[in-house]
């Protein structure tokens, strides 16, 4: 008998550690997650309290000049804006939809180029990222894919002509492979 409550005792003390093991990691996963969606929530209202967006149809974080918050919808009269929250403080800059190229238009510039493109992003450039791009071009649009010798490469183009901005950046392989 005495044996029998000496493990009912060590059971339930690891299951009070195992609970509040699981309780932390679930607190610090929700406290990373929430910081995440307040931020995002954020730039969302200030997207729609400072751009003609009245609409929000989608979502994409861009980080090749800083990471912005990318914004894609319509405004009351069904025309669409893409709209970019960027900087510290942060500042909303908005384009009509319909000046910019579209990711396949793009795309195909890439394979023109012997890209295979796996992903496009569109972003902005603020005067310091201009700089480094060496470019006069506000939005761009970032293509990432695979070169023909198997390389993950990056291409960069002007959203509103389409022409490629510098060269084809080569990214190298996670594990040591080119």
């Keep these: 008998m005495i044996a029998m409550k000496s493990w009912k005792v060590w059971v339930a003390v690891w299951l009070v550690v195992a609970s509040v093991v699981v309780c932390a990691l679930l607190l610090g996963l929700w406290n990373n997650l929430n910081s995440e969606w307040v931020a995002e929530a954020q730039a969302a209202q200030l997207t729609l309290n400072h751009s003609p967006i009245d609409h929000i149809e989608r979502h994409q974080v861009f980080t090749a000049a800083g990471v912005q ?42 394979k023109k180029l012997g890209i295979r493109p796996q992903s496009a992003a569109i972003g902005y450039l603020d005067g310091n990222a201009q700089s480094a791009f060496h470019t006069r071009a506000n939005v761009v649009w970032e293509v990432a894919g695979q070169a023909a010798n198997g390389q993950h ?13 510098g060269d084809v950046l080569a990214v190298a392989a996670a594990h040591g492979n080119m």
């Design 69 to 110: 918050e990318v914004f894609y919808g319509t405004d009351a009269f069904g025309r669409s804006w893409y709209a970019f929250v960027h900087g510290d403080p942060a500042v909303v800059s908005y384009i009509p939809a319909d000046r910019l190229k579209t990711a396949a238009q793009v795309e195909a510039a890439a």
């Design 153 to 165: 490469v990056y291409a960069y183009f002007d959203a509103v002509t389409g022409v490629r901005i």
